[in-house]
């Protein structure tokens, strides 16, 4: 019933597939992807052992274990790739994602990232308020809502699955959003219909936007929750959508609302809305770090048609690029992310960091 019911924003279910790359049918995808998930999963494996090793001496031995199972898996996925393509089973990056997730279960590790998301939420938590006051000191409404977008996709900076970045936080403690915004792509952007978007907003309020958010700390609090405010500001009612299972350090459900709570404490606006049923927090279905709109859960899928949603916002390299970029939507479609990986940024045609703010509008 929840399938049926969210096709409803698809312009074409018959045709949707959560895939950009099916690496059974492109070699040169296949040759990057397969070794780069090989190295991934080592990190992966040792923030595993790391987030359990004070409390539990087989962690160590339960990451190892969780590394060798999932290059066995990956070994048998590139094995049977031209078999695969014969009979037009598609492997997508997102099922690699989705397989790291699976595996860490597996091994007895639900969370590695818990932790980690829990000081970057704290800290952007902090910083709220500034962030704001320079949004609203930005007279030109154009202007600022150029800084929203820029905001969001500076936050998207924040996502410790990617090695680009990873290698910036380690190195740098201090980098936080001005950093990003400093780091990101200047426009002309690689694919960047900004110009379209701001001539949108001189027109009506959208009646419901659906936003699908991307990493904890200062991606989801600095970057999106600013975005949703000026939202709320115009009238628009927002249904916030995050991870039902933990993936990386990508915010869950159940940590967005506990964190909406308290920037509620910093924001009177969200706080209203919140208070109001207009600011409204779902699960998405997802266990992985991408989004099949196939699977979205019943309840979800009722709040969608119940509120009239006319917007619908995908935020990151998971939702937008790896399984998103190319669908298309009968509502109005805002994808926004930062290409952090190289060989993806020049398969789009560009380079690392470049960025992605593409607006489809409903015809």
């Given at each position: 019933m929840g399938e049926s019911k969210c096709y409803t924003l698809l312009r074409d279910p018959s045709t949707y597939t959560p895939d950009t790359i099916d690496l059974n049918k492109d070699t040169k995808a296949a040759a990057y992807w397969f070794p780069c998930f090989r190295d991934l999963v080592a990190k992966f494996a040792t923030q595993a052992a790391e987030s359990q090793c004070q409390i539990d001496d087989t962690a160590t031995e339960r990451a190892e274990?969780?590394?060798k199972a999932y290059l066995a898996k990956l070994d048998e996925y590139q094995r049977n790739t031209e078999i695969n393509a014969a009979n037009n089973v598609v492997l997508g990056i997102r099922e690699l994602l989705e397989l790291n997730e699976t595996q860490l279960r597996l091994f007895g590790f639900d969370d590695p990232w818990k932790q980690q998301k829990l000081l970057e939420n704290t800290a952007a938590v902090a910083n709220l308020k500034k962030r704001l006051e320079e949004l609203d000191a930005i007279d030109d409404n154009a202007a600022r809502w150029t800084e929203l977008v820029r905001g969001v996709l500076a936050g998207n900076m924040f996502d410790w699955g990617a090695q680009a970045v990873a290698s910036i936080l380690n190195e740098d403690t201090n980098f936080g959003?001005?950093?990003?915004?400093?780091?990101?792509?200047?426009?002309?952007?690689?694919i960047d219909n900004l110009d379209a978007w701001l001539h949108r907003l001189r027109g009506n309020a959208h009646k419901c936007a659906l936003?699908?958010?991307?990493?904890s700390g200062v991606d989801v609090v600095l970057g999106m929750l600013p975005f949703v405010r000026a939202l709320l500001q115009r009238g628009t009612k927002v249904l916030l959508c995050a991870n039902t299972e933990p993936s990386l350090n990508d915010v869950t459900s159940g940590e967005l609302s506990e964190l909406l709570d308290k920037c509620c404490i910093h924001c009177s606006v969200l706080a209203k809305a919140k208070q109001e049923q207009n600011l409204l927090v779902y699960a998405n279905g997802q266990s992985g770090p991408c989004l099949?709109?196939?699977?979205?859960?019943?309840?979800?899928?009722?709040?969608?048609?119940?509120?009239?949603?006319?917007?619908?916002?995908?935020?990151g390299m998971g939702r937008t690029l790896h399984t998103n970029l190319y669908a298309k939507f009968k509502c109005e479609t805002l994808k926004l992310a930062v290409i952090k990986n190289k060989w993806l940024a020049e398969h789009l045609g560009g380079d690392t960091f470049a960025v992605i703010c593409k607006y489809e509008d409903a015809s």
């Open positions: 274990n969780f590394r959003l001005h950093a990003a915004l400093e780091r990101i792509q200047k426009r002309p952007w690689l936003i699908f958010v991307d990493n099949d709109m196939r699977t979205l859960p019943s309840e979800l899928c009722d709040a969608i048609q119940k509120h009239e949603t006319d917007l619908l916002v995908i935020e």
